[in-house]
């Protein structure tokens, strides 16, 4: 595998590559990262993965200090997982004037959900994978479902702004107790850990009510937000909305996806679920 | 010469293609774009050119419904020329859900010069020439000097988004008495036409007392717009910025760029010249 850390030594390399995959990380990789990797080893011949703790998509008073990055187990991992590159850029070589003069603007959808606890967050996301985008010149990228409004958000990016580059979903990971695979589930004390489950559960349960065909959105989504508040979260959002749009979703609707934010301690988790009736 | 439409069907041709140089325009074609043909054929072995009036980059009240189309004389002329593709796609194909969800957001430079009189005009141009860029795949792209912030605008974005492009700037075509070649310059009456020219002249004027050491830029551009307006025009500015990132110059500085916008009548004429000391 080989380490890169300049935009033009990429450039080079990617000139003689044939059909690349691409996944764009942030480090600190667990399980759901390498069946990222292991996707893209599917889709292409030559997998580049990024690391880049994105400074432009934390707000103010957000963990991008306290991000953990662990650069030599990371390279490992990757290694093991066949990476053919490893583009691991300093923010210099990133951002070369510190602020980003162009952004990329997404719509209302920005606001929503996360956004809406997040501001400037999907900004921040998709102007640097528009700019890793731009450098990898990829064929093929893989996302995440667990970050579900991330993937919605590139996707219509991609279809909006016509990019060449398809964008293949991979399911989330999970520990065996439910929980999603994430960096934040480190910040979790052992107490925090084993509650963490519950939010997986929770969306479960509302999953296993809409298949039985409850349409009440609002009291499904309530009920939940009151269960994990009674065992000491502090709810961002619980919502059911349409699968493909993240629209708000009505009644009989037959694509959903159940998404939820919500903290324990000074953590945030995030999980979704999709519900095809 | 090829006439592709679709979108599908221009990346099936990019696929094999070699290196391509790209002119994006909006058609009316002039000597202008075809400096600009003649330039993109010394960079790369494929030639593409796009015709597309951009609604993305018309404020209410501009002339997007009055802009010049003149498809089968500008495809003659890009024959005659040696453009291997012209892509030619309609409003739907570009824009399938009418609006635009995801637009690339210039900095502030985008609400100054011809900005403030143009609120949207280029975060229109910047998304537009990036879905051109996205569907074209280019290595390099011709834009005119004629349209000096657009240009500046354009190379801001492809720097700072890492874009894989490389910009060629292409000196501005004149016609004998110096006005510069415009579509625009269609909707001129023919008094209109020979008093047009003062535009140019005026512009020469400055950069010769510029040249001659006079530094107060200031009463440059006040004598620059009295003189405008004493023969019909209504100015919109005369500016001296710094030529390279088109800032406000201050005494001293070595490379200039002389801008201005005017009205003769219902037409607004748009020229600069640069100015190295």
Request: hydrophobic letters at 40%.
């Amino acid at each position: 595998m080989q380490v890169i850390r300049s935009i033009a030594e990429l450039r080079a390399w990617r000139r003689s590559a044939g059909p690349v995959a691409f996944v764009p990380t942030m480090g600190n990789l667990h399980e759901g990262h390498l069946a990222l990797v292991a996707e893209a080893r599917r889709q292409a011949t030559s997998v580049v993965v990024s690391i880049f703790v994105n400074r432009l998509q934390f707000g103010q008073g957000e963990d991008f200090d306290a991000y953990p990055r662990t650069f030599d187990s990371d390279c490992a991992k990757l290694e093991a997982a066949g990476v053919d590159v490893l583009f691991f850029p300093d923010e210099r070589e990133l951002y070369p004037r510190v602020r980003q003069d162009f952004n990329v603007e997404p719509p209302h959808i920005q606001d929503e959900l996360c956004g809406a606890f997040r501001p400037g967050h999907f900004r921040g996301v998709a102007t640097v994978v528009t700019k890793l985008f731009n450098i990898v010149q990829p064929d093929v990228a893989c996302f995440g479902k667990k970050d579900y409004q991330q993937l919605h958000v590139i996707r219509a990016m991609v279809d909006d702004l016509n990019m060449p580059v398809t964008i293949v979903p991979v399911d989330t990971g999970r520990a065996e107790d439910g929980l999603a695979l994430s960096s934040r589930n480190g910040y979790l004390s052992p107490a925090e850990r084993s509650e963490a489950s519950r939010l997986y559960r929770v969306l479960s349960g509302i999953r296993t009510a809409l298949l039985a065909g409850d349409s009440d959105y609002a009291s499904l989504e309530k009920a939940a937000s009151r269960e994990l508040e009674q065992h000491g979260w502090r709810v961002d959002y619980v919502e059911v909305r349409q699968a493909d749009t993240l629209e708000v979703a009505h009644a009989g609707e037959p694509r959903l996806v159940v998404l939820a934010a919500a903290r324990l301690g000074r953590t945030r988790l995030i999980d979704n679920i999709e519900v095809y009736r």
